[in-house]
């Protein structure tokens, strides 16, 4: 099993808070509740997203839709809860799920994805 795993997560604008604190709660301290910032990302339709992707470790997936506990840091468990229920795993982004493409390449992820960048902040 490989040491890393790339994940590309894209997450509609009105799910960002508690995206965030699911973060919070399956990241490695309370600074993953800034893993999605601004949505600049947005899909053919124009639903806006942030995204994020980088090395997780290989059992991400399967902790991500495990039962959650709350880390020391503390989290608003109510709000990761929702977000969990929300994930989903392969394209395309939808404005009511949060979406996760496995893989190494990025361009590929995002291309499943159909998010393309939108440098104007709304």
Same mark, same amino acid.
């Given at each position: 099993?490989?040491?890393?795993?790339?994940?590309?997560?894209?997450?509609?604008?009105?799910?960002?808070?508690?995206?965030?604190?699911?973060?919070?709660?399956?990241?490695?301290?309370?600074?993953?509740?800034?893993?999605?910032?601004?949505?600049?990302?947005?899909? &053919?339709?124009?639903?806006?997203? $942030? *995204?994020?992707?980088?090395? %997780?470790?290989?059992?991400?997936? /399967?902790?991500? #839709?495990?039962?959650?506990?709350?880390?020391?840091?503390?989290?608003?468990?109510?709000?990761?809860?929702?977000?969990?229920?929300?994930?989903?795993?392969?394209?395309?982004? &939808?404005?009511?799920?949060?979406? $996760? *493409?496995?893989?190494?390449? %990025?361009?590929?992820?995002?291309? /499943?994805?159909? #998010?393309?960048?939108?440098?104007?902040?709304?």
């Amino acid at each position: 099993m490989p040491d890393q795993i790339r994940i590309t997560i894209a997450c509609p604008a009105a799910l960002i808070q508690d995206a965030n604190q699911l973060a919070r709660v399956i990241g490695y301290s309370e600074a993953d509740d800034q893993t999605y910032g601004a949505a600049i990302w947005q899909d &053919a339709a124009g639903n806006r997203y $942030a *995204v994020a992707s980088g090395p %997780v470790s290989p059992v991400f997936p /399967e902790a991500a #839709v495990s039962a959650l506990t709350a880390p020391e840091w503390g989290a608003d468990m109510t709000a990761a809860a929702r977000a969990q229920a929300l994930i989903r795993i392969g394209g395309p982004a &939808a404005p009511d799920q949060i979406t $996760a *493409v496995i893989g190494e390449d %990025v361009p590929a992820a995002l291309a /499943e994805l159909g #998010v393309t960048r939108d440098d104007v902040e709304p």
